[in-house]
């Protein structure tokens, strides 16, 4: 497999699939959050600095067929400023017209086509009614995927290379983020910057990780993060659970949990993995105190307990005071630190000092020379929130396609280049 750092694009076009799926203003339609933007920019420089030309295609949101509001266009200003020059746009991306004027790019120029999830076949999903047949399902469905090939190669035949860049879309097995693969050979197609840079944060942790590894796993729900909970007992030496899916064990355990958030259909489950946990010598910590709220709300009543005991009709928002210093504990003497989801409801203000707490915890290890990871939308949220980004080893782009990777899957936008 061929590395971008050690490939000079000279004279040759590349068709680069980034993720500009970023968010927009709903009146404006103005970029709001440019990370995304900003992660695809040393893939770009690289290839024009080396005289190569550019064209970059991604998708934006999920569009039926073309809508207006889900245009790539509001993109176009942020690129140019960060880029410093003006960049080419394709209201499409496979009419004549587009063809064209990729066909007339010159070294150094860039082309950004519309987006391309505006072709259904590039997800490869048919919009049906609900009154669809099974039958008819299947036929649409056989339909779209053969006009998906042809959506690859057309595209494939506007440049020389490809390029994938878009680590957000890399579990999806899409025209542009793997089936165009198909149409380079070995030697002309490679990952961008940044999938190479998740790569190697998520394979440090996974398979070379500095002892003692903690993974950190929060969020709202066990069936949510049961694969990697189940891939990452065969390689930590702690595993602290935290967040919503904390009270599905607790009640597993016997524990008293009030209206707090249990998935009932799990309880076994959540069993299971402390059994498992406890056969493979990992070091499970689940959260000893609770911070209740009388209602799912900023305005509740709160009231702190121990975890075992919440109150009959309240319900557990976050972990208590107790259970900060316990975590934190772990999380200090730890070399390796892996995070995906947080603490408690953090967007509320009352329920956001464990996240808070684990957050600051992380970025002290890291301080202090250990390895952290944070990924899944709503850790990497709570760190920006919270300004820690920059004191955090690595904080990953993709939730979706992070999580499975680190599950132990294989992306199909990951095998369709390192082919295996
Ligand atoms: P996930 O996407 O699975 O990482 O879950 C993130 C969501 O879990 C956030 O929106 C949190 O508000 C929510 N969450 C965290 N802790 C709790 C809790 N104790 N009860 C209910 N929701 C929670």
Known sequence: MIQIENFNFKGLKAIVRVDFNVPLDKKTFVVTDDTRIRGALPTIRKIIGDGGSCILMSHLGRPEGRQEKY????????????????????????????????????PGEILLLENV?????????????????????????????????????????????????????????????????????????????LINSELAAMDRVLHNPQKPFTAIMGGAKVSDKILLIENLLNKVDNL???????YTFIKAMGGKIGKSLCEEDKLDLALNIINKAK????????????????????????SLSAIDNVPEGWLGLDIG?????????????????????P???????????????????????????????????????AVNKYNLAGSISYVSTGGGAMLEYMEGKKLPGITAIRGE
């Open 279 to 302: 056969e493979k010598g990992v070091n499970l910590l689940l959260p000893v105190d609770s911070v209740n709220a009388d209602k799912f709300d900023n305005e509740a009543q709160v």
């Open 240 to 246: 602290i659970i935290g967040g919503g899916m904390t």
């Open 71 to 106: 245009s790539l266009k509001p993109v176009l200003p942020v690129l140019e400023k960060h880029l410093g020059m003006s960049v080419k746009f394709a209201d499409d991306c496979l009419g004549d017209e587009t063809a064209k004027t990729a066909a007339a790019l010159k």
């Open 343 to 381: 603490m408690g409801v953090f967007e509320m203000e009352k329920f956001s000092a464990g996240t808070v707490a684990i957050a600051k915890a992380i970025a002290a290890s890291t301080a202090k020379g250990a390895y952290s990871l944070v990924g899944g939308g709503d850790s990497v949220a």
């Open 117 to 193: 999830r505006f072709y259904p076949e590039e997800e490869g999903k048919p919009i049906l009614p609900e009154t669809a047949t099974d039958e008819e399902k299947k036929a649409a469905k056989a339909e779209l995927k053969a006009k998906q090939k042809v959506l690859a190669q057309k595209l494939a035949s506007y440049a020389d290379v490809y390029v994938n860049d878009a680590f957000g879309t890399a579990h999806r097995a899409h025209g542009t983020t793997a089936v165009i693969a198909d149409y380079f050979p070995a030697g002309k197609k490679m990952f961008g910057f």
């Open 321 to 341: 005071e107790k259970t900060i210093e316990k975590f934190s504990e772990v999380i200090m003497n730890s070399k390796t630190i892996l995070w995906n989801g």
